[in-house]
């Protein structure tokens, strides 16, 4: 299934130099993934720096969406699943039974292919999850907000509205919100998967 997903690697943070010494993030060793018997995943072994944008490249169907879930255990939710091997993640194997999978959640955020904001305002939607961390001072929330925002480059668009349903935005907005609801608890990574397929040249330009 997944012999064909590539790996290409984009540094955009670190010069040559410090490339010839940079940490592993993450790491898969012979790692497995089952849907009930059905094996979704066989056997990848693979490592990926800190600092670094990494794009997981395969035909449909290959297992990129399988295999990035299972860095932050998102396949959990799916009954049957089950894994093998090891997916190691800051010196850990993420499926050992002691592992927190909330907090693995919190520090690998996750955006999917079609947006899923929550049905509140703008402003509720990238402050869920710094109130959930304990961030409680609204004056706090507020820089979180906008900066969250404006990394997602959506804070022009909505600066005046923040108190409005999100339901109501358009689908590149609504997916813009995302990737600031994502970046709001600063994971140490970011996974996303595919979230500009089904959007117009014009939304994928912006979330680009």
Request: charged share 25%; net charge positive.
């Amino acid at each position: 299934m997944n012999k064909n997903i590539t790996l290409r690697k984009f540094d955009q943070f670190a010069d040559h130099e410090e490339n010839a010494t940079m940490e592993t993030h993450i790491e898969a060793r012979d790692f497995s993934l089952f849907y009930g018997d059905f094996e979704a995943v066989r056997k990848v072994s693979l490592q990926i720096p800190k600092r670094m944008v990494t794009a997981m490249i395969g035909p449909s169907g290959c297992g990129k969406s399988t295999l990035l879930r299972s860095i932050n255990r998102m396949n959990d939710l799916i009954p049957s699943t089950h894994a093998s091997g090891q997916m190691i993640f800051d010196g850990c194997n993420i499926y050992d039974r002691n592992i927190d999978v909330v907090t693995l959640r919190a520090r690998v955020g996750m955006v999917f292919q079609k947006p899923n904001v929550f049905p509140k305002s703008i402003f509720d939607n990238v402050a869920y999850g710094p109130r959930l961390q304990g961030v409680k001072n609204r004056a706090q929330l507020n820089e979180i907000v906008e900066t969250s925002l404006r990394q997602a480059a959506i804070w022009d668009e909505v600066k005046d509205r923040l108190n409005a349903n999100a339901l109501g935005m358009s689908g590149g907005q609504q997916q813009r919100l995302c990737i600031a609801r994502a970046l709001a608890i600063k994971p140490e990574i970011l996974l996303m998967d595919e979230p500009t397929s089904a959007l117009d040249p014009k939304a994928t330009a912006k979330i680009e």
